[in-house]
């Protein structure tokens, strides 16, 4: 059985910084891409970015290009969300999310992934 757990959530004021991390059990953490997704009070989960399985690739969604850095360390089957410049609109839950399939190009699509996290809530105030 796959376990996701993310920790690193937490309160900030706008404009600082927080690090997320997903911790991965339970199959090869380093042949699959990732992905963090987060879900805001009353709206739909989003993507936020992927990173491929071998860490050499990554995109992100368009609002937080520039401000958040998503990584992995296979040796330590972790998953990483730098979020820097953090703004009001960054507050959610945020999730991170294991890829359905082996040796996969990083992909958006929820339905990509197949094993989820609990979700860490990151609350930004202004």
């Known amino acids: 059985q796959v376990q996701l757990v993310e920790s690193g959530g937490g309160l900030v004021q706008a404009g600082g910084s927080l690090r997320l991390s997903c911790a991965a059990s339970?199959?090869?953490?380093?042949?699959?891409?990732m992905g963090w997704f987060r879900q805001a009070p009353g709206k739909k989960r989003e993507f936020v970015a992927a990173?491929?399985?071998?860490?050499?690739?990554?995109y992100y969604t368009d609002s937080v290009k520039g401000r958040f850095t998503i990584s992995r360390d296979n040796a330590k089957n972790t998953m990483y969300l730098k979020m820097n410049s953090l703004k009001p609109e960054d507050t959610a839950v945020y999730y991170c999310?294991?890829?359905?399939?082996?040796?996969?190009?990083?992909?958006?699509?929820?339905?990509?992934?197949?094993?989820w996290g609990q979700g860490t809530q990151v609350t930004v105030s202004s």
């Open positions: 339970g199959r090869t953490f380093s042949t699959y891409a």
């Open positions: 999310a294991a890829g359905r399939h082996r040796y996969s190009s990083l992909t958006t699509p929820e339905h990509e992934y197949d094993y």
């Open positions: 990173i491929s399985w071998n860490g050499g690739g990554s």
